[in-house]
Structures are given as structure tokens and as C-alpha cells.
């Protein structure tokens, strides 16, 4: 890995992490890459973190005190209790410094060798081709396309569904 690997650790996210969390989430090019609004506040993302199932995978990626990514899977349930929805995304000033590959490498880690999770599910936006080539390197699929799929910067923007499908060996 680079010499920006060893400046950051992946952990689970804690309840300490709302300050950070909040300034991760607010910044223009993380939002832009999710489907976040603007100006959410360190109360909100405190609700965020005390609200999270039990069932779900938090994890963070931290650089001394400051949170620079994010990744969650959010498991389904009944009949589908072997899927998971993926979501992450990664501070502005770290993107392309291996931050979002130390995360993936980790979530899916916990959901093959862990959790059990066979199918791994996510909506990424057509335009974003860098988070793409990300899922596609670590075996992600385009299932289909959405269109006008959400609301972005005043216009209406497509987005990919994208699959994982482990099976193990």
C-alpha cells in the first residue's frame, strides 16, 4: 500500500465519532457522491449513530483525530437476511489515497468471513466513475440503471444498482 495507508486506521465507528462524522458528511465532494442534502448537524448525526440496528456493520476510517471515510452495510431481513445494502464514502482531500479501497477491503472481509453475507448491494451514481472501477475491482457488478434517480445540484442524475455475490470456496 502507499505511505497514506499507514497514516490511517480502519475501525468500528463509535458513538464519539459524531463531530467527525458530521464534518465528513457535510463536505461538498463526499455529499456530491451520496445521497446526503446539505448542513446536517452534530445532533443529527448523533441521532444517526444511537439509532443504528445492531445488525448493521459501522466501520470508519481515521487519520489521528479526523474521520476521512466511512463505510456501513445496512443487513436485510427475513427472507433476504443473507443480503446487505452497502454505503461509504471518503473525505475530499483523501479520495484516491487508498482510504476507500482500506474500507471495502474491510467491510467485505466481516461480510465473507464474519457475518455471512452472500449478496452485497449498492446504488452508485452513473457519473462517478472512480467509486465504479472501486466496486468493480472488488467483484461488484451493474445490475441495471435507474433512471432520474435522484435529485442532484438542482438535476435529476441516473444511477447504477450494483451486486456482489459471494460464494464461498
Do not use: K
Amino acid at each position: 500500500m502507499s505511505d497514506a495507508a499507514d497514516r490511517f486506521v480502519i475501525r468500528a465507528r463509535n458513538a464519539s465519532d459524531a463531530v467527525g462524522l458530521a464534518e465528513l458528511v457535510n463536505l461538498p465532494g463526499y455529499r456530491y457522491g451520496t445521497m446526503r442534502v446539505p448542513f446536517h448537524s452534530v445532533d443529527e448525526v448523533t441521532g444517526w449513530i444511537e439509532n443504528t440496528p445492531s445488525s448493521n456493520l459501522e466501520l470508519v476510517a481515521a487519520a489521528e483525530d479526523q474521520i476521512i471515510g466511512q463505510a456501513g452495510l445496512r443487513r436485510l431481513s427475513g427472507r433476504q437476511h443473507h443480503s446487505a445494502y452497502l454505503g461509504m464514502g471518503v473525505h475530499d482531500s483523501w479520495v484516491r489515497r487508498g482510504v476507500g479501497t482500506a474500507l471495502m477491503a474491510a467491510v467485505l472481509d466481516a461480510a465473507d468471513n464474519w457475518l455471512g453475507i452472500r449478496r452485497i448491494q449498492l446504488t452508485v451514481y452513473v457519473d462517478n466513475a472512480p467509486a465504479i472501477h472501486l466496486y468493480q475491482r472488488f467483484g461488484f457488478v451493474i445490475e441495471g440503471t435507474h433512471q432520474a434517480f435522484a435529485l442532484r445540484d438542482g438535476r435529476y442524475v441516473d444511477a447504477h444498482f450494483m451486486a456482489r455475490i459471494f460464494t464461498p470456496p
